[in-house]
């Protein structure tokens, strides 16, 4: 047998031997309720045009940042590399920030508005005295954000307690939080239905939010 020969089969054995490395693209999700359900807190051409339109944007662009990441380092192109990490910021923030949201949400017919029970109810009534003052709390927060962002509740995972979080643009919760709640204050989120006021909006959307959703994430 040649060297050549040789050298091709341990070749071949090596490759067999490597796992494969692949990405798996974003998808948009399928939403677990219909576009026109959570009417009329929120309308079903709002939600079709937020989750097919703008959501599908930052799907979109996050896989194309991640391609062209990928092809940045092996370029070795610093510079692009560098500037693609903001792209890949905003947009997988986008995706993550919109998949909290949509869960959080939920028809009343399924739940949408029905307040906390157990063990997240009595957390909050520890910390806070009452729910209504937490949500009291989140619109205030939801009202001075401006331009575009969101507001959380979230459990900060290093001490147990919820808190209230600000965030600007698509920027997301990093990993010292769990997301209880999350609430899109884009205009796109609520525009064509409250025009500028924005806090009719906040308002109307605690009657659709998935509290037991809120519950899981605290347990989890």
Do not use: C
Request: no cysteine; glycine share 8%.
């Amino acid at each position: 047998m040649s060297f050549l020969s040789t050298t091709t089969r341990a070749l071949r054995t090596q490759v067999s031997k490597t796992p494969l490395l692949y990405r798996t693209k974003a998808t948009l999700p399928d939403l677990d309720y219909d576009y026109g359900a959570l009417e009329p807190h929120i309308s079903g051409q709002i939600n079709e045009l937020h989750h097919k339109k703008h959501h599908q944007t930052y799907v979109n662009g996050y896989n194309t940042a991640i391609e062209q990441a990928a092809e940045a380092a092996a370029k070795d192109d610093i510079l692009k590399s560098i500037e693609l990490t903001q792209h890949i910021k905003f947009h997988g923030g986008g995706i993550r920030n919109h998949n909290l949201f949509w869960k959080n949400l939920a028809p009343t017919s399924q739940g949408g508005g029905e307040l906390p029970t157990g063990a997240l109810a009595s957390k909050i009534n520890d910390q806070y005295g009452s729910i209504d003052k937490l949500i009291g709390l989140t619109n205030t927060k939801l009202a001075g954000v401006q331009g575009s962002g969101w507001a959380f509740i979230a459990k900060n995972n290093e001490n147990g307690a919820i808190e209230v979080v600000q965030t600007y643009n698509q920027d997301t919760l990093t990993s010292k939080y769990t997301p209880l709640i999350a609430i899109d204050a884009w205009e796109h989120a609520y525009y064509l239905e409250y025009q500028n006021v924005k806090a009719d909006y906040f308002k109307a959307i605690w009657n659709v939010i998935n509290w037991k959703e809120a519950e899981r994430r605290f347990a989890a």
